[in-house]
């Protein structure tokens, strides 16, 4: 019975109830991460001085962020398949070793992003502005903020490994509450380190780094202490951070599709971050707002990323027992879910435009061009949620190619050409709207590349399998 509470359920509890009860915290975890990376810009941006310079200096660290998250959630997401799947099969040993493994990942990862931090960041920054059009207090900025994001990059690490730990055996309500602290605590930091209130200095930038850090680190301590003290399937020695090769194969096996999926997306900020900036006369403009509308995006996507969540590992341990019947229901269930959420925040986001880019402190030009942007794009989500479910579908059914390939498509192959392309036609501010149909196009595309795959993955693993 004891073990009905934990990873057991993910093979017996109804399919459509497992999937509320362990997607619904993740999906809440996620939009909160989103929620307070918009409070971080809306501070930033109210700032008394150089507030819209801070929001661009942003824009321009964000690919690096998007990095540390991509592999250290690329890890955890491995980590998060590999141990549910050693769970169904009921290898107890393999469990242990993939959870220390995992730990021994995370110091290693740390390590090399605090190394970029110290050496790497001010030539990173200055490549995004080849163009010139970025001013210099605009690249200082951003090297600030980076080079501490990256020197502390362990709370993020080791939050995203853990969080996943706790998922993976179905108790996702403790990585929420992981991550509703952290969050917390980075909210109450903002206005403290970046205003200078209580007798701190007035930092900035830098103000909102060392906050969005200390929440990060915060989030990591907790969810480890809750991986310790709730996943009694798991055993926790020192033993088991000794390096295997084999194991952290099979991790990456799985979750190095994933890193690159979520690599993809620095890849295409960082190049949308060069094709805007060189716009003549708004190109700062126009690199503010698309980092204002990835903060906005991200905090309906992550409501799809939180259900792909949920739905790999409730797969994965029914793939490893070969229930093709529990597998159909999580697809169909996941898919349903999340199609629901991405269609209510669109009417979310479109209703809502206008008070959203209110929140930040924006000149006209910038204020006009974040508004066209965000209703614009908003009406891809539908189709950016569902590609994103299918992820976590190929993932679970061990086709990391697959899941490899929609990255591809939402974040490169039909993203950067096509806006290079529609960048050319853009005259000044009145007409730079046209470039944002650039993601609208994109997602389009990449679904039905998408519903292609899984015709034939499905018929393949799914409906092939001997159960």
Not at 88 to 115: D, R, Y
Not at 183 to 190: E, M
Not at 362 to 370: A, I, K, N
């Amino acid at each position: 019975m004891k073990q009905e509470t934990g990873s057991g359920r993910l093979g017996t509890e109804p399919v459509g109830k497992l999937m509320v009860s362990v997607g619904l915290p993740i999906v809440l975890s996620m939009m909160l991460q989103a929620a307070y990376n918009i409070v971080d810009s809306a501070y930033l941006s109210n700032m008394r001085e150089r507030g819209e310079e801070a929001l661009a200096a942003l824009g321009l660290a964000f690919p690096v962020q998007l990095l540390m998250i991509a592999v250290a959630i690329g890890t955890g997401v491995g980590t998060n398949a590999l141990l549910s799947k050693s769970m169904g099969q009921g290898n107890a040993a393999k469990t242990n070793t993939v959870s220390g493994n995992a730990a021994f990942l995370g110091i290693i990862i740390s390590l090399v992003f605090f190394v970029f931090g110290l050496v790497g960041v001010p030539a990173y920054v200055n490549s995004q502005n080849a163009s010139g059009n970025l001013s210099e207090i605009v690249v200082l900025m951003a090297i600030d903020y980076l080079r501490i994001c990256c020197c502390l990059s362990f709370g993020i690490v080791f939050f995203s490994i853990y969080e996943k730990m706790l998922q993976a055996t179905g108790r996702s309500v403790y990585s929420t509450v992981g991550q509703v602290l952290g969050a917390v605590i980075n909210i109450v930091l903002d206005p403290i380190l970046i205003y200078g209130w209580l007798g701190f200095p007035e930092m900035g930038v830098k103000g909102a780094a060392y906050a969005t850090v200390i929440g990060q680190i915060a989030s990591a301590l907790i969810v480890f202490f809750f991986h310790v003290s709730k996943n009694k399937e798991i055993k926790n020695a020192l033993i088991y951070l000794k390096p295997k090769w084999a194991i952290m194969k099979e991790i990456y096996a799985i979750g190095l599709p994933a890193i690159l999926a979520q690599a993809l997306l620095t890849v295409m900020t960082y190049g949308l971050n060069i094709i805007l900036g060189g716009i003549p006369s708004v190109g700062q403009n126009a690199v503010t707002v698309y980092g204002l509308y990835c903060k906005i995006q991200q905090f309906i996507l992550f409501a799809a990323v939180g259900m792909r969540d949920a739905i790999t590992p409730i797969l994965s341990f029914n793939f490893g027992m070969k229930n093709k019947k529990r597998i159909k229901e999580g697809i169909r269930y996941g898919i349903l879910f999340t199609a629901g959420l991405m269609i209510l925040g669109t009417l979310v986001i479109e209703l809502l435009a206008n008070p959203l880019t209110d929140f930040f402190a924006l000149s006209g030009t910038t204020y006009r061009m974040c508004v066209d942007c965000v209703r614009i794009v908003s009406a891809g989500f539908l189709f950016a949620g569902i590609c994103i479910a299918f992820q976590g579908v190929f993932q679970a059914i061990e086709c990391g190619i697959e899941s490899l390939l929609i990255s591809f498509g939402r974040q490169v192959v039909f993203i950067l050409p096509v806006a290079a392309l529609l960048v050319k036609r853009v005259s000044g501010a009145e007409n730079v709207s046209i470039v944002w149909w650039t993601f609208l196009i994109g997602e389009t595309l990449t679904l039905l590349c998408t519903l292609y795959m899984f015709r034939r993955a499905f018929a393949k693993k799914i409906e092939g399998m001997e159960g």
